[in-house]
């Protein structure tokens, strides 16, 4: 019977330990994350299985301010450019003290009104790419809905990194059941990442040895693809002409007046 206390404070004490380093990982990710940054191209080409694809650009923005619970809240907002009959398209994503209460916003200029983002609808494609609105929290260090636990470390594209696996928490609606992502040690970006439902791989996010870029202190992939192994499709992204020095105007990240920031 001791014997078996002691193997259970020994996994109860290794539990506690990968997560903490699983934290440490993750505040390392948002740290990263600068006060405001803005990209001012981005361009997304999906390819279906045919190998047909359509190409969209746009522009990012994300900040970081003060929360109530000594974190900083970090949101991201993204417009569309092109293709014309989409420009105007905008979304944002906004964290909250409470990730239940995170918010997922779209605006679409054919229906000419914003609409939050709920239930299964976050799952969606965004513009028929391979990114979901979901993915797109995600992507953006905003980690506050999911539980990880580090798993150790690997090499990706020849650089040292840091394995996270973790698990969604009660409260989202969501098809993935977990995930698991690489995070680059030096540079606390995710260069791959796993979306699962199930035991299934419902989605890979990878990113090419070279597309880790620095602009300032803040570290950024140049180049990710995002695939559906059982849909057969994939999209493309490449970013350029990012600026983390000039102020981002705070409409943006307000769900009442982001769309109006075009």
């Known amino acids: 019977m001791k014997h078996r206390w002691i193997l259970l404070a020994l996994l109860v004490a290794g539990s506690a330990h990968a997560q903490d380093a699983a934290q440490k990982v993750v505040d390392c990710m948002r740290a990263n994350v600068p006060p405001q940054l803005s990209i001012k191209s981005l361009e997304w080409t999906a390819y279906d299985r045919t190998g047909g694809?359509?190409?969209?650009?746009?522009?990012?923005?994300?900040?970081?301010?003060?929360?109530?619970?000594?974190?900083?809240?970090?949101?991201?907002?993204?417009?569309?450019?092109?293709?014309?009959?989409?420009?105007?398209?905008?979304?944002?994503?906004?964290?909250?003290?409470?990730y239940l209460r995170d918010g997922m916003f779209v605006y679409l200029p054919a229906v000419k009104r914003v609409r939050r983002i709920t239930g299964s609808f976050a799952d969606g494609a965004m513009m028929g790419t391979n990114f979901s609105y979901f993915d797109f929290k995600q992507l953006q260090n905003a980690f506050s809905d999911v539980t990880a636990k580090h798993e150790g470390q690997a090499e990706i594209n020849g650089r040292?990194?840091?394995?996270?696996?973790?698990?969604?928490?009660?409260?989202?609606?969501?098809?993935?059941?977990?995930?698991?992502?690489?995070?680059?040690?030096?540079?606390c970006v995710v260069v791959k990442g796993e979306f699962y439902e199930g035991n299934k791989v419902a989605k890979s996010f990878t990113s090419p040895a070279g597309a880790l870029r620095k602009a300032g202190s803040t570290w950024y992939l140049s180049e990710v693809e995002m695939r559906e192994p059982g849909a057969g499709t994939r999209t493309l992204a490449r970013v350029t002409k990012l600026d983390t020095t000039t102020a981002v105007p705070r409409r943006y990240f307000d769900p009442n007046a982001f769309h109006l920031g075009q």
Do not use: F, N
């Open 53 to 98: 694809s359509r190409t969209l650009k746009g522009r990012l923005y994300l900040g970081r301010a003060p929360g109530g619970k000594g974190k900083d809240l970090i949101s991201a907002a993204l417009y569309i450019d092109l293709p014309v009959e989409l420009k105007g398209a905008a979304y944002l994503v906004k964290e909250t003290d409470d």
């Open 160 to 187: 040292p990194a840091q394995v996270l696996a973790y698990s969604i928490l009660e409260g989202p609606e969501t098809r993935y059941t977990g995930g698991r992502v690489w995070v680059d040690q030096e540079a």
